[in-house]
């Protein structure tokens, strides 16, 4: 039986069955018959692609006239709506542990010559929300169309008609992905994850949305990062050092971004836990420095707000937050307020 899951901007998602191994598998179709060579295409380039940070591409059929590409159904949300839906950005520590398993998944891409190209949150799967048990990088399968649809793009002017492929991830594209579409290399990839960990950490997009955005691209000139990343002590040492990575994967001059590989090697280095998340609501504020955390039918968690991201939580704001044992209660690190 199958079912539709979704769509995006080149093409249908369904679920099915797979009855000869007993599973459920992501059916993805092109919606302009006139991709179907180039979807074939993409199909085989991402079925050189192994590894448990990209989503598996399976197999590729012809069936009524239409071709399927066969994927690994992933039972999550992308990361767009697993964790920005309810949060305005992420502590330190989450980004740190997304940076790791995304750099892995795309250092496997790059290994096998792979150009993802059109890497955007929409694209990178996640199960088990802010615990992030997997991380996955879909679409792949894609690659070739959409290489064709932003080189079409580019060799026009942008205007508020252009694709929606293109639209939704030119916040995310490397000046040359822009300006020569046709002939980028795998540092694309590179910018493109460092413009989605500066958004995860920041809650904002380093060149802003929209067509404004084209030009501070070309530039190299995102924004300054928000004071709140840097200033609270819990959190200087990790933050500073993934503004300097985020940094680097920024660089104009694709020479100067870092590979996927020497990106995986640097988060090898970073300290950070991976405690569970929970979720919770701010009970109590004393003396504007501590209070306590509440979740039902469980024992209130102790707060200091040196353990705060961002935003200071008021009493009834909804957190989410690590806790670790302690006298007379367990102690809370980090809290981050949620939208």
């Not at 949060?87 to 940076?99: E, G, M, Q, R, S």
């Not at 530039?219 to 300054?224: A, T, V």
Request: glycine share 6%; charged share 25%; with cysteine.
């Amino acid at each position: 039986m199958n079912s539709f899951i979704g769509e995006g901007g080149m093409q249908y998602v369904y679920q099915a069955a797979d009855l000869v191994l007993d599973r459920l598998v992501a059916l993805k179709t092109p919606k302009e018959g006139s991709a179907e060579k180039r979807f074939h295409r993409s199909a085989i380039v991402a079925a050189r692609v192994n590894h448990p940070n990209v989503a598996k591409t399976l197999d590729y059929i012809y069936t009524e006239e239409r071709p399927y590409l066969v994927e690994e159904l992933v039972h999550g949300q992308d990361l767009k709506d697993a964790l920005l839906t309810d949060a305005n950005y992420l502590d330190p520590f989450l980004v740190a542990k997304i940076a790791h398993h995304f750099a892995k998944g795309l250092a496997a891409s790059h290994h096998a010559n792979v150009i993802h190209r059109d890497l955007k949150p929409t694209n990178v799967m996640i199960t088990g929300g802010f615990n992030i048990l997997e991380l996955k990088i879909t679409d792949f399968g894609i690659a070739k169309m959409a290489e064709e649809e932003i080189a079409d793009a580019a060799s026009k002017d942008i205007t508020n008609s252009t694709s929606a492929t293109v639209v939704g991830a030119l916040p995310y594209m490397a000046p040359e992905a822009i300006e020569t579409p046709r002939d980028i290399s795998l540092k694309a990839d590179i910018w493109s994850m460092g413009a989605m960990l500066y958004e995860l950490l920041t809650g904002q997009k380093p060149f802003g949305a929209g067509l404004k955005a084209v030009r501070l691209i070309s530039e190299g000139k995102f924004f300054p990062f928000p004071d709140f990343v840097t200033t609270n002590p819990q959190f200087r040492h990790l933050a500073k050092e993934l503004i300097s990575l985020i940094k680097q994967c920024l660089s104009v001059d694709p020479v100067d971004r870092p590979s996927a590989d020497q990106v995986v090697a640097t988060c090898e280095t970073l300290c950070y836990p991976v405690s569970e998340r929970e979720f919770g609501n701010i009970k109590d504020i004393r003396f504007d420095k501590w209070g306590f955390i509440t979740q039902p039918n469980k024992q209130d968690t102790f707060y200091h707000v040196n353990s705060v991201y961002g935003k200071k939580p008021i009493i009834g704001s909804r957190v989410m937050y690590s806790k670790y044992p302690g006298s007379g209660a367990d102690r809370a690190l980090p809290v981050v307020k949620l939208k």
